[in-house]
């Protein structure tokens, strides 16, 4: 199919529109194609050292409360620890903690983990989401220090991160101790 020809009435405006526009200086003219200069050597500076970045570099991880793909927790044992590393333990309180400020997340993590111990509750899935930068979101990375620090590390028996059913790399599974009466 042939491309449409304008009509007499869209050149009239194509020409008014464009009566006062000036065309473009070129940097070099059409026809001159630029001679190409000699490659000088260049001398050989010695490597510069990285700028240490003005950022604080993060945090080290804390020690969870059980790497649960090496060794076994106190009052854990294997045939439980295999299950909630596999997700096959039924969820019992299921905690989202997408869009939230840290400090809103800290909160609300600290008062479902104290609730569910109090109330019998044995495993959490606490959603953190993946993040959108590479490395990963701020509270993907930060849940799991706050899980092995006080007043958590005294509820939580373990946590693992979940399997892909229930949210992948982007949640984690809290398991809470028995409460001792």
């Known amino acids: 199919m042939a491309p449409r020809r304008p009509t007499s009435e869209e050149k009239a405006l194509w ?11 070129r940097r070099t003219p059409k026809t001159e194609v630029p001679a190409a200069a000699p490659e000088k050597p260049k001398p050989e500076r010695p490597a510069k050292a990285p700028k240490p970045s003005r950022a604080a570099p993060p945090a080290p991880p804390a020690k969870a409360p059980l790497d649960l793909g090496t060794r076994q927790a106190s009052g854990l044992d294997k045939r439980t620890a295999e299950r909630f590393r596999k997700g096959q333990r039924q969820i019992d309180v299921r905690l989202d903690l997408h869009g939230m400020t840290q400090d809103a997340a800290w909160r609300r993590l600290v008062t479902t983990v104290e609730r569910a111990g109090r109330d019998g509750q044995r495993t959490v899935l606490v959603i953190t989401g993946k993040g959108s930068t590479p490395s990963g979101g701020v509270l993907r990375s930060t849940v799991p220090r706050w899980l092995a620090e006080p007043p958590l590390k005294a509820i939580v028996l373990a946590h693992a991160p979940a399997q892909p059913k229930d949210g992948g790399s982007g949640a984690l599974y ?8």
Do not use: E, G, N, S
């Open 15 to 25: 020409a008014k529109a464009t009566a006062d526009a000036k065309p473009l200086k």
């Open 174 to 181: 809290v398991l809470v101790r028995r409460r001792r009466d």
